[in-house]
């Protein structure tokens, strides 16, 4: 599969999973993966699942704009930018927000999120 199309797999993927069920956000996550969440670093599957489950919202919808992705070393490794906007139930205005992953391809041919970096972009 060619890396764009894969990275384009991997974000609607995780960006339904988080807006359906972030619980099973772990699955993409290892023991060694950290999270930087506005500034405040999560290591670990576990950890990191708690953080994005006690956000203070319920419900969200997010909007991709942009999608950019490099091979990142050897063995098929990539980094995927995001730039979108996020929707929170109630609220009439969405929120800017950029994110970057680290994705590490498993054994098993599939991949996992070594790194995540998630910000606001505030206007």
């Known amino acids: 599969m060619d890396p764009d199309a894969l990275a384009k797999a991997f974000v609607e993927h995780y ?12 699955n993409l996550y290892q023991e060694a993966s950290m999270l ?29 704009t942009t999608v950019d992705c490099q091979p ?16 929170l139930a109630g609220e009439q205005h969405a ?13 098993q041919g599939s991949y996992y999120v070594n790194n995540d970096v998630f910000r606001l972009n505030y206007a």
Do not use: W
């Not at 960006?15 to 772990?26: C, K, M, S």
């Not at 990142?72 to 929707?87: C, E, I, P, R, T």
């Not at 950029?98 to 498993?106: A, E, K, R, Y």
């Open 72 to 87: 990142s070393g050897v063995n098929a490794a990539m980094l995927v930018f995001v730039s979108g906007n996020l929707q």
């Open 15 to 26: 960006y339904t999973t988080f807006d359906t069920n972030r619980a099973a956000l772990a």
């Open 36 to 64: 930087t969440f506005e500034g405040q670093k999560i290591q670990g599957a576990q950890n990191i699942v708690a953080k994005l489950t006690s956000l203070p919202f319920q419900q969200c919808l997010h909007k991709i």
């Open 95 to 107: 929120l800017k927000f950029s994110q970057m992953f680290h994705l590490i391809p498993t054994p």
